[in-house]
């Protein structure tokens, strides 16, 4: 039987169970790079990506209420060292950049599979797009066959940039 799953934005009060989540992605990230110390991004997560003050906007894929996954992304200025380093933040209804960068998906392993990344892909979609930007962006390292096949799936077009890929989405 299918899931029965809800995409939403986030909300504060689920601060907690996305955090969860967080610490899966690092532990799986752990065992994939072998040779590295991944130093833990909780801090980060809490202070900055999940501050509803800050540019990032996210959507969580609920289960019997419960998050198995999430999408982030944010408005983008095209340049990736400004964009990674600061939260530029709109000032005036104005400003709406023409792209739209999607920076993690993480779905919780047991629900994988099942079309649940692909609808937090949708859904954010339909989000950047009655926010006015032009196009959706991600990047993508070669290795990551799921997620270029997520969002292959939802006709992104896609550049090689030799080790990794950009995937656009004209909206
Ligand atoms: C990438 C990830 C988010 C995909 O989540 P998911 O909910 O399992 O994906 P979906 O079920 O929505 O899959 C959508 C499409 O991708 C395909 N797909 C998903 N996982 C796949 C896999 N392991 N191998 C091949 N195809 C896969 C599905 O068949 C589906 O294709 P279709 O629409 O043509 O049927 C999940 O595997 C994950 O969290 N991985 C670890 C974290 C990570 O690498 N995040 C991205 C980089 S930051």
Redesign the pocket.
Known sequence: MALDVKIREYHPEDLEQVLELVKE?ES?LEKKFTDVKIKSGINDYRNRYLNPENKYKTFVALVDNKAV?YLMGYPSLGAPEVDNMYDILPISSKWTPPEFFL??????KP???????????KEIIKYVKKQGHKEVYAC??KW????I??IR?LKFKLKDLGYRYRLTLKL
Not at 111 to 121: D, E, P
């Open positions: 992605l799986e996954g920076q993690i998906a993480f779905v919780s629900y994988r599979n099942q079309g649940i990344s692909k609808k937090l892909h993508i390292a990551n066959i799921p997620e096949k997520v799936s």
